[in-house]
């Protein structure tokens, strides 16, 4: 797959951190000019108020090999979308990817409690950070992105359809709405675009070790095995890099049709196309989930990873 995405161009919405920092830098890897996209500058920080920043993942995409260019959008502002996408057709005439992973509501979700006891204003704040941004986002960049047949759309969610066709009580009302919202934008996406030869998936990363993450249990990327003494399962977790190399792997398969409408995972996926996470593993975590964790057994990722 190496530079198969050369002469591509790329949209990473939501591209400041976690999955989308991932996705963007192996898109990069691949070959292709990304435009990446989030809140938080250099000079200005989001709600999250978090570190991370646009400008860097450009400069992980353009160190991996590609191009990166960061662009400070609010994806619930139309007009900035919009602005973008003029942008992106006026520099490159295509788009050939899409990915939507905005989302912004790790401050906003309560876990094990109750629609009524959650606050309502955070949680309608979540479902429009969740589910507006990407709405937006596609409603304008979709006629660049269907131009020329070959186009795809990655839309980024936490769950298969599978695992969240049951309501994950553990998450929450607004949580689960959000990202099972997004599984169906995708299903309804693929079938409005496939008849100009475009392609649209959601995508799902196991347990993601994303910077967010790693803060809360204490550790970097290099030690996050020492968290594994307190949460034992999360030994079948993975980095950014495995849903970045799966989305690269989909824009590069010339029979990415073949998945249209689907829900994928990082996991799933690399059955299937043999890429590895950043450590050689090739975790497997909605499985695991299912078969250990749900089911109470003790940690033990042998055959998951």
């Known amino acids: 797959m190496s530079r198969a995405l050369t002469g591509k161009?790329?949209?990473?919405?939501?591209?400041?951190?976690?999955a989308g920092r991932g996705i963007a830098a192996e898109l990069?890897?691949?070959?292709?000019?990304?435009?990446?996209?989030?809140?938080?500058?250099?000079?200005?920080?989001?709600?999250?108020?978090?570190?991370?920043?646009?400008?860097?993942t450009a400069e992980l995409v353009t160190a991996a090999g590609g191009e990166g260019i960061a662009v400070q959008v609010d994806h619930l502002e139309p007009d900035q979308v919009a602005a973008l996408v003029r942008r992106i057709d006026a520099e490159r005439g295509r788009l050939d990817v899409l990915v939507n992973d905005v989302w912004g509501g790790d401050r906003l979700f309560e876990f094990g409690r109750k629609l009524w006891e959650q606050s309502l204003e955070d949680g309608l704040?979540?479902?429009?950070?969740?589910?507006?941004?990407?709405?937006?986002?596609?409603?304008?960049?979709?006629?660049?992105?269907?131009?020329?047949?070959?186009?795809?759309?990655?839309?980024?969610?936490?769950?298969?359809?599978?695992?969240?066709a049951?309501?994950?009580?553990?998450?929450?009302?607004?949580?689960?709405?959000?990202?099972s919202a997004v599984i169906r934008m995708a299903l309804a996406q693929s079938v409005e675009i496939a008849p100009y030869g475009a392609t649209a998936v959601s995508l799902t990363p196991g347990w993601l070790r994303s910077e967010n993450?790693?803060?809360?249990?204490?550790?970097?990327?290099?030690?996050?095995?020492?968290?594994?003494?307190?949460?034992?399962?999360?030994?079948?977790?993975?980095?950014p890099a495995y849903v970045g190399r799966a989305v690269a792997a989909l824009a590069a398969d010339p029979d990415r049709a073949r998945w249209n409408g689907a829900?994928?995972?990082?996991?799933?996926?690399?059955?299937?196309?043999?890429?590895?996470?950043?450590?050689?593993?090739?975790?497997?975590?909605?499985?695991?989930?299912?078969?250990?964790?749900?089911?109470?057994?003790?940690?033990?990722v042998t055959g998951y990873r």
């Not at 070959?31 to 400008?55: F, K, L, N, W």
């Not at 803060?215 to 980095?239: L, N």
């Open 213 to 239: 993450m790693l803060d809360i249990y204490g550790v970097t990327e290099d030690t996050w095995r020492e968290a594994t003494g307190k949460v034992p399962h999360f030994a079948i977790s993975e980095s």
């Open 125 to 164: 704040h979540m479902l429009r950070l969740a589910i507006d941004t990407h709405a937006v986002t596609s409603h304008h960049a979709l006629p660049l992105l269907i131009r020329e047949p070959g186009g795809l759309v990655v839309e980024v969610t936490d769950g298969t359809a599978e695992y969240n």
């Open 28 to 56: 990069g890897a691949a070959g292709a000019t990304v435009y990446v996209t989030g809140r938080s500058t250099r000079a200005q920080r989001s709600e999250m108020d978090r570190p991370e920043t646009i400008e860097e």
């Open 166 to 179: 049951a309501y994950r009580a553990d998450v929450g009302f607004f949580y689960d709405l959000a990202k």
């Open 263 to 300: 829900s994928l995972s990082s996991g799933g996926l690399a059955q299937v196309y043999g890429f590895t996470d950043a450590d050689g593993s090739r975790p497997d975590c909605w499985r695991y989930i299912v078969e250990v964790q749900d089911e109470g057994r003790p940690a033990d």
């Open 9 to 18: 161009t790329a949209l990473v919405a939501g591209a400041t951190r976690g």
